[in-house]
């Protein structure tokens, strides 16, 4: 039998995988995340973004883009 091949996606992301995902440098992301702009969570010494929160914060930028 074939194996079903899976994607593990990840629930929150540093702010380092966030910057090299989407181009933006790690100042800028601090700087959102600062201004209210992109959700995080502080976990013990790490700032962490969830999937969710980016997914929202980039489909904001999209839209802002169209008008």
């Not at 966030?18 to 600062?34: A, G, M, N, W, Y």
């Amino acid at each position: 039998m074939f194996e079903v091949a899976t994607v593990k996606r990840k629930k929150a992301y540093s702010i380092k995988e966030v910057s090299e995902e989407t181009s933006l440098s790690q100042p800028f992301v601090r700087l959102e995340i600062k201004r209210g702009n992109l959700k995080a969570g502080r976990f013990g010494s790490r700032v962490l973004i969830t999937e969710n929160s980016l997914s929202q914060y980039l489909n904001k930028g999209e839209n802002k883009d169209e008008k």
